[in-house]
């Protein structure tokens, strides 16, 4: 994730110094590289376990994914008549509820 802290930080630093479109778009997904090295490395993860650490991580997503869901469609009604919070922050709200309810799974999972 360091990396991706440093994608962030050329993104925020070079993507709004004007110019053309192209490369300021280019900074701004720079980001998305080391998002998909994390993608490889869970699904490399994955490949690697045993079938009850499979069954715990899979089940985590699982949960991970329902809650995000849940919370893009409760965002998405509730920005039709209200706009509660910049959509950039909704955003990150749905991301940060769909990884901590996966880790709290996988915890709980874990501990029976």
Known sequence: MVGYGIAIALAVSFGDTGGELG????????PLVPIGV??????RALGRCDEYQRQI???GLSVGFAASMFAALTFGLLGIQVDLLPRSFELWIVFSIGMLSWAIAVAFRSTR
């Open 23 to 30: 490369w300021r778009l280019l900074w701004w997904l720079a």
């Open 38 to 43: 994390v993608i490889w490395a869970v699904f």
């Open 57 to 59: 991580q899979l089940e």
